[in-house]
């Protein structure tokens, strides 16, 4: 007997939470709908981990465009092994591995890319010892050695505009960090004045998920206790 519209978790996944036993099925319209395309009936689990990442096109084999945006649902199980299910739809796959890991009272580790997150991404200080952040039209240059912020407007049709602040004008530093498509952002906030004015003083953009957070976190820290300000996310 093929299974109700209701029975579906989603897409054409269903989960058992008795049987602990995951089931995707055909779509509809096709050939053996009636049964399950595979059935998996999980051991116990150790651990869920649902991986999020972005790359550039490409193409398969076939010359089938493939996704940029990839998601994949680990399950590890205690005797070894595990369960890998790749799912396109991310909703979907926060769906499946928030149930598996119900189904066993664990929680659901969020990751990057599955070949494991990638270092190095921290900006480069200039030849003259400062960081600098380009955003649109605005230049922000910190100068942590003459304790100055350089704030640089470029005008339409040409013109610059420029005003300086002091390092000491800084209340707080503040992690940013944002998904727009594919690509990921990291950018460290200074927040200066009484009217607590954002000013980006360090950023990297790249595809989603190969960025390490963690030295992004420390890097935010360690300028925060070089400026003296607080830090945080």
Same mark, same amino acid.
């Given at each position: 007997? &093929?299974?109700?519209?209701?029975?579906?978790?989603?897409?054409?996944?269903?989960?058992? &939470? +008795?049987?602990?036993?995951? #089931?995707?099925?055909?779509?509809?319209?096709?050939?053996?709908?009636?049964? &399950?395309?595979?059935?998996?009936?999980?051991?116990?689990?150790?651990?869920?981990?649902?991986?999020?990442?972005?790359?550039?096109?490409?193409?398969?084999? *076939?010359?089938? +465009?493939?996704?940029?945006?990839?998601?994949? +649902?680990?399950?590890?199980?205690?005797?070894?092994?595990?369960?890998?299910?790749?799912?396109?739809?991310?909703?979907?796959?926060?769906?499946?591995?928030?149930?598996?890991?119900?189904?066993?009272?664990?929680?659901?580790?969020?990751?990057?890319?599955?070949?494991?997150?990638?270092?190095?991404?921290?900006?480069?200080?200039?030849?003259?010892?400062?960081?600098?952040?380009?955003?649109?039209?605005?230049?922000?240059?910190?100068? *942590?050695?003459?304790?100055?912020?350089?704030? *640089?407007?470029?005008?339409?049709?040409?013109?610059?505009?420029?005003?300086?602040? #002091?390092? *000491?004008?800084? #209340? #707080?530093?503040?992690?940013?960090?944002?998904?727009?498509?594919?690509?990921?952002?990291?950018?460290?906030?200074? +927040?200066?004045?009484?009217?607590?004015?954002?000013? &980006?003083?360090?950023?990297?953009?790249?595809?989603?998920?190969?960025?390490?957070?963690?030295?992004?976190?420390?890097?935010?820290?360690?300028?925060?206790?070089?400026?003296?300000?607080?830090?945080?996310?």
């Amino acid at each position: 007997m &093929p299974p109700e519209e209701g029975d579906f978790l989603c897409g054409r996944w269903v989960w058992d &939470p +008795v049987l602990r036993e995951l #089931r995707h099925y055909a779509r509809k319209g096709k050939r053996g709908e009636d049964e &399950p395309a595979t059935v998996e009936r999980l051991p116990p689990v150790r651990s869920v981990t649902w991986y999020r990442w972005s790359q550039p096109p490409m193409q398969s084999h *076939t010359g089938e +465009v493939m996704p940029t945006r990839l998601s994949r +649902v680990v399950a590890e199980y205690e005797s070894g092994g595990n369960l890998t299910v790749n799912e396109d739809d991310r909703e979907c796959a926060r769906k499946l591995a928030g149930a598996i890991a119900g189904a066993y009272g664990l929680p659901v580790t969020e990751a990057g890319a599955p070949d494991g997150r990638r270092g190095g991404n921290l900006p480069a200080r200039d030849a003259m010892g400062r960081l600098v952040t380009r955003s649109g039209r605005t230049e922000v240059a910190l100068d *942590t050695a003459a304790g100055e912020i350089t704030i *640089t407007l470029s005008k339409r049709p040409f013109g610059r505009s420029r005003r300086q602040l #002091r390092t *000491t004008d800084l #209340r #707080r530093l503040e992690l940013g960090y944002e998904v727009k498509g594919p690509l990921e952002t990291f950018t460290v906030w200074g +927040v200066a004045g009484p009217e607590e004015e954002k000013l &980006p003083l360090a950023s990297y953009s790249g595809y989603e998920g190969w960025a390490d957070p963690e030295e992004w976190r420390q890097f935010t820290q360690d300028l925060g206790r070089s400026l003296g300000v607080p830090a945080g996310p």
